[in-house]
Nanobody
Framework: QVQLVESGGGLVQAGGSLTLSCAAS????????MGWYRQAPGKQRELVAA???????NYADSVKGRFTISRDNAKSTVILKMNSLEPEDTAVYYC?????????WGQGTQVTVSS
């Protein structure tokens, strides 16, 4: 079983930056895929960015060029750097890990971007 704890959310003005961190209880080099999802009020949860064990990354079109996902294996942490934030990025951001075929979710962290 993998436990995930997110941190780094908050309130920021449009054009600003935030960095989200996801600390995993397991060594992330053994986790197949880790990613960030978000869910805005009234909308479905959507993929924001993901990174595989082989460091292949995938981004939603809406965040390409603005967000960067990376992993620190020594700290068992996945980081999402978010630049040029827009009000449309406002959502609860969730960390997800897929380990041995099973999905694990964090509790979520709120990101609010004011215009």
């Amino acid at each position: 079983q993998v436990q995930l704890v997110e941190s780094g959310g908050g309130l920021v003005q449009a054009g600003g930056s935030l960095t989200l961190s996801c600390a995993a209880s397991a060594r992330i080099f053994s986790i197949d895929v880790m990613g960030w999802y978000r869910q805005a009020p009234g909308k479905q949860r959507e993929l924001v960015a993901a990174i595989t064990r082989g460091d292949t990354t995938n981004y939603a079109d809406s965040v390409k060029g603005r967000f960067t996902i990376s992993r620190d294996n020594a700290k068992s942490t996945v980081i999402l750097k978010m630049n040029s934030l827009e009000p449309e990025d406002t959502a609860v951001y969730y960390c997800k890990a897929v380990h041995r075929g099973l999905p694990y979710w964090g509790q979520g962290t709120q990101v609010t971007v004011s215009s």
